[in-house]
């Protein structure tokens, strides 16, 4: 079975600009969960989909925003990008949203804001 | 990875020798523990969970021991291998809460 896909997996962008990230799940994997890692803040929960609807949400800026299709497939969203915004970007999928479900992680995409 | 920033606790073990990893959590209605490993240029992979109601979990090598008086978790490895070499983070979830809150990640070295 395939694992979790990201794409791309490196990126550049300049501040103000936006950025669309992409993941696939693992197949028949319907809940997609989103994560930004940083040196400085560690990982940190973004926000989970699941059947098209985001179920959870994290603290961060409505800069942040994501989607997912009828397939599981998920996009993520930046606007406005800012400096900070630098990281790494992890995707994981579960077959549903229960608690306690294992969650397989994505390698990541690496945004860096310039 | 990313996780392997500046300034992450590191344990160096040699080949062979048992490795625990620490994890303090901060909430006293957590009720749920993760044990994650992540290698360089890789996501987080699950390695072991625990629940509130258990004290001691063993998987294959692994071992999680919960103390919920001091909100301590710790991650035995016996026998650690180079292939375990890695940055492990502890994750606790709040009763009825599906959101993570990730620990800051321990970086493990075992050197052959």
């Known amino acids: 079975k395939a694992g979790v896909t990201q794409t791309p997996r490196y990126l550049i962008k300049t501040r103000g600009q936006q950025v669309t990230l992409s993941c696939s799940p693992i197949?028949?994997?319907?809940?997609v969960s989103w994560y930004q890692q940083t040196p400085g803040q560690g990982l940190q929960f973004l926000f989970e989909y699941f059947s098209e609807t985001q179920r959870n949400k994290g603290n961060f800026p409505g800069r942040f925003s994501g989607r997912q299709f009828s397939n599981s497939r998920s996009e993520m969203n930046v606007s406005t990008l800012e400096l900070g915004d630098s990281a790494l970007y992890l995707c994981?999928?579960?077959?549903?949203?229960?608690?306690?479900?294992?969650?397989?992680f994505g390698p990541g995409t690496r945004l860096l804001v310039l | 990875g990313e996780s392997v920033g500046l300034h992450l606790p590191t344990l160096s073990v040699q080949e062979g020798d048992n490795s625990i990893i620490n994890c303090a959590y901060s909430?006293?209605?957590?009720?749920?523990f993760i044990w994650y490993k992540q290698e360089s240029g890789k996501g987080p992979q699950f390695i072991i969970d625990i629940r509130s109601n258990m004290d001691k979990r063993q998987g294959q090598r692994v071992t999680v021991l919960l103390n919920k008086t001091v909100k301590h978790l710790s991650l035995q490895i016996a026998a650690t291998q180079p292939g375990d070499s890695a940055v492990y983070f502890c994750?606790?979830?709040?009763?009825?809460?599906?959101?993570?809150?990730f620990g800051r990640g321990t970086s493990l070295i075992v050197h052959p």
């Open positions: 994750a606790e979830n709040r009763e009825g809460s599906y959101i993570p809150t």
């Open positions: 909430n006293s209605a957590s009720d749920y």
């Open positions: 994981a999928s579960s077959l549903t949203s229960m608690r306690g479900e294992t969650q397989y």
């Open positions: 197949s028949g994997h319907r809940s």
